[in-house]
Structure formats: structure tokens, C-alpha cells
């Protein structure tokens, strides 16, 4: 397993953007596929977006296609999450998770970050 460090999250108002960031201190996940999870109060955890250890493919919910980017840094051992025209709908804990196959099913990632809260207003 990875130990993952999330940061980025915060609150900010809808159209506004963030940017998670998701760090491996002291560990290379750079042959991992790496995917962002998010999980609103009273509702399960859902997929938001994953890109393969090469940074050449990527997935994403349909909820976020065309506002979120996914993006991984391997020099600096870091994934992105870039987020725009921010909804309030967005407003969940974003949690960060490695797995060794190209997966948008949680069950199949074993190592996972401790979430950061994001926030949208209205």
C-alpha cells in the first residue's frame, strides 16, 4: 500500500475553481493508476475521475466531464484534480486512491488518502 496526503480542498463560491493535489511522501506511485473519489454527507462514495501511471488515459464521471482535469506530475510523485465552474452539487470529501489496474470500481483500490473537504456555495 501508498499512504496518500490530499490538500487543496476549502470553500469556495459556485463558478470558482480548486485545485486537489495528492501526494506519495516518501513512496513512488508512478506504475499506479491513480482516481479521485468524492463522498457528500448521507450519500455513498462515488467516482469522480482516474488517469492511468503514464498520464495517457483518463476517465471521468459524467458529472464532471468537461469542468474537472485530471492531470499526474511523476517528477514530483503528485495527481491533480482541477476543478471548475464548481457546483454546489461538487461539495463532498474528495479522497484520493491508487490501484494496479485501470479501475473506476473503489473496491479494486487499495491504498487511499484521508479525504479533503471541498465546499461549494450558492
Known amino acids: 500500500q501508498v499512504q496518500l496526503v490530499e490538500s487543496g480542498g476549502g470553500l469556495v463560491q459556485a463558478g470558482g475553481s480548486l485545485r486537489l493535489s495528492c501526494a506519495a511522501p516518501?513512496?513512488?506511485?508512478?506504475?499506479?493508476?491513480m482516481g479521485w473519489f468524492r463522498q457528500a454527507p448521507g450519500k455513498e462514495r462515488e467516482f469522480v475521475a482516474r488517469i492511468n501511471w503514464s498520464g495517457t488515459l483518463t476517465t471521468y464521471a459524467d458529472s464532471v466531464k468537461g469542468r474537472f482535469t485530471i492531470s499526474r506530475d511523476s517528477a514530483k510523485n503528485t495527481v491533480y484534480l482541477q476543478m471548475n465552474s464548481l457546483k454546489p452539487e461538487d461539495t463532498a470529501v474528495y479522497y484520493c486512491a491508487a490501484t494496479e489496474i485501470y479501475s473506476g470500481s473503489s473496491a479494486t483500490y487499495k491504498s487511499w488518502g484521508q479525504g479533503t473537504q471541498v465546499t461549494v456555495s450558492s
Open positions: 516518501g513512496r513512488t506511485f508512478s506504475t499506479y493508476t
